[in-house]
């Protein structure tokens, strides 16, 4: 579809270099392969399955004009680097680093680069503890205060189950405690001592989005499977879904070939902080690009032998309306119907069903948004504060789905066109 940029309701030219890649089986692999080997990395192979599409569809996507917006978005002072990927019926059809791992350091980002994931941690814990329910282990229904955990809840806790821990309905007042977590207090701790809180509502009755109370969930995973969380997330997700760069942990992180350093605005570099590794199932992973649309096709059904469907719909089912806590930009006005499931948030949008999360930790966002139905989506990396990055991810969609093209990025520019 053609047509002028407009805005929503309420740059310097850069050879287009996108890597079209094909999801190609062999056996039970699959493989990411790319016509830019100077942008992607050898291709790398899982146990996952690919999906069943045809390779003769065309895209639906202009990666041109994809590839433009984010050239001019890396123009905004505050933008040091950013990782994408696009999948479209289950192929990956772009993936590219912009800009530099540090400010000013002429390192590039690439494909591999890995950056932190921030609050989309809480899908791969999310994915442990349901696996571990469908093997019997435990139940999703389970009272929290039979699991062994160091949590504490206000008032009448006896209700509250495992998923309720998973869809943030605990009865705690928003983000509680995140501040004593952030001046360096044991995590283990403060969960021990949030019973002391007055009561938000009754468990199971209502969302209020947590960190430290989330984490419980390591403990559980911890408890059940008899590994520390980080050896139990590489060899019951990582690795199956040959995901080789991510892993869980300030350590992982620096010890990458490539890795992304945090940044505050005006790409002032600062140092990782630990705050938020240390509640590993609630922010603890990094990963490449690559990686992450990995787990993005895991949540499509590209790996069933990993994560069954069954699984996928227990953990992306709508359970509990996620209200607005204050303003919301046009880009979260356009995204109805917000809801919670077990560690991912649910939309509509242009008659769509979406599934997806945000992330964000201190110097680094993050973001994953597909379409369950269409086996598309986009996923996103960046090394700084700047979250209007995260509007990409509607322009991407508006292409997707055929609709007049919205400037939801709102980058002072001369209109564009497709």
Request: glycine letters at 8%.
């Amino acid at each position: 579809m053609h047509g002028t940029w407009k805005k929503p309701r309420s740059g310097n030219r850069i050879t287009v270099i996108a890597a079209l890649a094909l999801l190609a089986g062999v056996g039970s692999t699959l493989a990411f392969t790319s016509r830019q080997p100077a942008d992607t990395a050898d291709p790398i192979t899982s146990k996952m399955r690919p999906l069943p599409v045809t390779r003769a569809d065309p895209p639906r996507v202009n990666y041109q004009q994809l590839d433009r917006r984010i050239a001019r978005l890396m123009q905004e002072p505050n933008m040091v680097g950013l990782a994408v990927a696009t999948v479209e019926r289950g192929r990956l059809r772009f993936i590219r680093g912009y800009g530099e791992t540090q400010a000013g350091s002429g390192d590039p980002v690439t494909p591999d680069t890995v950056f932190r994931w921030a609050s989309l941690s809480k899908g791969v814990a999310s994915a442990l503890v349901t696996k571990l329910a469908g093997e019997n282990r435990l139940s999703l229904d389970a009272p929290l205060s039979a699991m062994g955990t160091t949590l504490t809840l206000p008032g009448d806790t006896h209700n509250a189950t495992v998923a309720d821990l998973l869809s943030h309905r605990l009865g705690l007042v928003r983000n509680a405690w995140d501040d004593r977590l952030e001046a360096g207090a044991d995590p283990k701790a403060i969960r021990a001592e949030l019973g002391t809180l007055p009561p938000f509502c009754k468990p199971g009755t209502c969302y209020a989005y947590q960190n430290i109370a989330y984490d419980a969930a390591s403990e559980i995973v911890e408890r059940t499977t008899g590994q520390d969380y980080a050896t139990a997330a590489r060899a019951r997700l990582f690795t199956p879904l040959g995901m080789s760069n991510a892993s869980v942990g300030r350590a992982g992180l620096e010890a990458a070939a490539s890795w992304a350093k945090p940044h505050h605005m005006a790409r002032r570099p600062v140092s990782v902080n630990d705050y938020y590794y240390r509640v590993p199932a609630a922010g603890g992973v990094n990963s490449s690009v690559r990686d992450l649309t990995r787990w993005m096709l895991a949540q499509m059904g590209a790996a069933p032998k990993v994560l069954p469907q069954p699984l996928l719909e227990a953990m992306h089912r709508p359970r509990v309306d996620t209200p607005p806590h204050g303003p919301r930009a046009a880009m979260d006005r356009a995204l109805t119907d917000a809801a919670y499931g077990l560690g991912w948030r649910s939309y509509h949008y242009a008659g769509h069903s979406l599934v997806g999360h945000r992330g964000s930790v201190d110097g680094y966002g993050s973001l994953i948004l597909f379409d369950p139905a269409d086996h598309s989506g986009i996923v996103m990396l960046w090394n700084s504060n700047r979250h209007v990055a995260a509007r990409l991810q509607l322009e991407f969609f508006d292409m997707l789905y055929g609709l007049a093209p919205t400037d939801w990025l709102e980058l002072p520019d001369k209109p564009l066109t497709r």
